[in-house]
């Protein structure tokens, strides 16, 4: 295991349409989370988990978003009745949950485009 | 609410330059201010700042936080074509600055 995986890497989809992404983190790590990136901003927070328990979710996620991590180790976000604004990059990134140990591990992404 | 803020939002520059990146922060119970560079796809760790005035530093790029002030520095000297890339600084997991892009010209 060497790394943060996602899949897939690139959706194209039409407006109304649901998508799944899917994270696989570092085994090791017990905290996970999402992100969205679009052209010239920095990855927006979406939600954490601490093993299997979802801690915190932004008001960027509406209730068209949810995720889930349900053994504590691979997790998916799902998006229902996408919109063109969906389009963006989807980071997942893990790290433990240690004192000190505050660097996160990004996966390469998921990019979706919303036709 | 949390609050980071990066400038310039771009830079161009050419091979040899030296570069200074900051990011300044707006946060409740700070812990550490982290930098990281994102080339293609997804960013990967440059330094964690947790205690003032200390330098780190790691070949040509070096980074110090002052926590009186709340900003920090990401220095390169020297920069070479392969340090283009945006630099993003976060505090705590949620919150990323909007990044700076670097271009170095050769």
């Known amino acids: 295991d060497t790394g943060v995986s996602q899949d897939p890497r690139h959706k194209i989809t039409k407006r109304g349409q649901n998508v799944t992404f899917r994270c696989d983190p570092i085994s090791e790590h017990n905290r996970l989370y999402w992100y969205r990136q679009t052209l010239g901003q920095g990855p927006e927070f979406l939600t954490y988990?601490?093993?299997?328990?979802?801690?915190?979710k932004s008001r960027l996620l509406s209730d068209r978003f949810s995720a889930e991590r349900p053994k504590g180790s691979f997790s998916t976000l799902e998006i229902q009745r996408t919109e063109q604004g969906d389009s963006a990059m989807y980071l997942c990134?893990?790290?433990?949950?240690?004192?000190?140990?505050?660097?996160?591990?990004f996966g390469a992404g998921s990019r979706l485009t919303v036709l | 609410e949390d609050k980071v803020v990066q400038s310039p939002l771009s830079l161009v520059v050419h091979e040899g330059d030296t570069v200074t990146l900051n990011c300044s922060y707006e946060v409740t119970n700070f812990r550490s201010l982290l930098w990281y560079k994102q080339e293609k796809k997804a960013p990967t760790f440059l330094f964690m700042l947790?205690?003032?005035?200390i330098e780190k530093k790691s070949g040509r790029l070096s980074s110090i936080l002052d926590k009186k002030e709340l900003f920090s520095i990401l220095n390169i000297t020297a920069t070479q074509t392969g340090d283009s890339a945006i630099y993003l600084c976060?505090?705590?997991?949620?919150?990323f600055g909007a990044g700076t892009r670097l271009t170095v010209k050769p």
């Open positions: 990134a893990s790290r433990r949950d240690r004192f000190g140990a505050n660097v996160l591990t």
């Open positions: 976060a505090v705590r997991d949620m919150r």
């Open positions: 947790t205690s003032s005035g």
């Open positions: 988990f601490q093993n299997e328990a979802q801690l915190e």
